[in-house]
């Protein structure tokens, strides 16, 4: 990936800035969607795919295609190792060798790993987690999502207004139980598509087209099943996927809070609070703040389990 230049918005006009900010989720699931970018956007068929490829290529976007959901289409868990410093590398390396493995951050606190595990089935996850504990010879701590509040890694790299596109009374912020929208057994089809797309779609005209013909399906399927995948919540969302790191969203810490059960779901949805907010009432919840150091690993969702039927 090439590096880009301090200055590197300058050198943005406006069609580059919607696209950052406008796709990075909603790209039409046409059979050529380009074409309807582009006529969105007042530009070519050619141009927009252009576009496209060029701020790829220079690292504003680190691909193209689907976010998939792992907690709906199998099973994720966030763990934690504790790992001595003179065997920190050796951990890092072991844990990073698996592609179930897609995030991989060090923390600075005693848990100063921590990373992602997603699989087709809690058995397979749990088998993984079991396999670098054995490994590793530590501990894992094990925290599956139960609930799910918001979710959201979409970037507002040009336009400081994060609800440009879609205003906050639009966002869908409410407790989810993570069994609750589980889609159980997926068809043969799903199943196909779902382990073809989720490195990224192909960057062509036809991305649809060129997927149907990789999974030996027709083009018609192959958008009919995506669709209904997107709608069932598989697929979180389809569109450019922007390199934060590169664009300068480059902080994070993960806020762990222990919230009384009976106030959770209120805490959680509670999307106007920010965590100093929440710290300045003196409520009496203990908050710790895990911040991120290092990046050892960052991917999307990976699968080599999946099973359809029919």
């Given at each position: 990936m090439s590096s880009l230049a301090e200055d590197w918005?300058?050198?943005?006009?406006?069609?580059?800035?919607?696209?950052?900010?406008?796709?990075?989720?909603?790209?039409?699931?046409?059979?050529?969607?380009?074409?309807?970018?582009?006529?969105?956007?007042?530009?070519?068929?050619?141009?927009?795919l252009a576009r496209v490829e060029r701020l790829r290529e220079a690292g504003v976007f680190r691909r193209f295609g689907a976010v998939l959901n792992p907690p709906v289409i199998g099973s994720s868990a966030l763990a934690a190792v504790s790992a001595p410093e003179e065997r920190f590398e050796e951990i890092a390396g072991i844990v990073n060798g698996y592609r179930q493995v897609n995030h991989n951050y060090?923390?600075?606190h005693d848990w100063n790993m921590w990373f992602v595990v997603t699989a087709g089935s809690r058995e397979t996850r749990d088998s993984i987690l079991d396999?670098?504990?054995?490994?590793?010879?530590?501990?894992?701590?094990?925290?599956?999502m139960l609930t799910d509040f918001y979710i959201d890694l979409e970037f507002p790299v040009v336009n400081a207004d994060r609800f440009a596109r879609e205003g906050i009374d639009d966002t869908d912020v409410s407790p989810t139980r993570i069994g609750e929208n589980a889609v159980g057994d997926l068809s043969a089809l799903d199943a196909r598509l779902l382990l073809a797309i989720q490195e990224g779609f192909p960057l062509?005209?036809?991305?649809?087209?060129?997927?149907?013909?990789?999974?030996?399906?027709?083009v018609e399927s192959v958008l009919d099943a995506i669709r209904r995948l997107c709608e069932a919540g598989c697929i979180k969302r389809i569109g450019c996927i922007v390199n934060h790191?590169?664009?300068?969203?480059d902080a994070n810490c993960m806020v762990v809070w222990d919230v009384p059960d009976e106030v959770l779901d209120a805490r959680?949805?509670?999307?106007?609070?920010?965590?100093?907010?929440l710290a300045a009432e003196h409520l009496p919840y203990d908050h710790e703040r895990l911040y991120s150091t290092e990046t050892l690993k960052q991917t999307g969702a990976r699968y080599d389990d999946l099973v359809g039927e029919g």
């Open positions: 918005r300058a050198d943005l006009d406006d069609v580059d800035a919607a696209l950052i900010d406008g796709y990075q989720s909603d790209f039409p699931i046409h059979e050529r969607p380009f074409r309807a970018v582009g006529e969105e956007l007042g530009v070519s068929e050619t141009e927009a060090r923390r600075d396999e670098i504990e054995s490994r590793t010879g530590r501990s894992v701590l094990r925290l599956p062509t005209a036809t991305p649809y087209r060129d997927i149907a013909t990789e999974t030996d399906a027709p790191v590169v664009t300068g969203f959680g949805t509670d999307v106007d609070a920010k965590v100093d907010e």
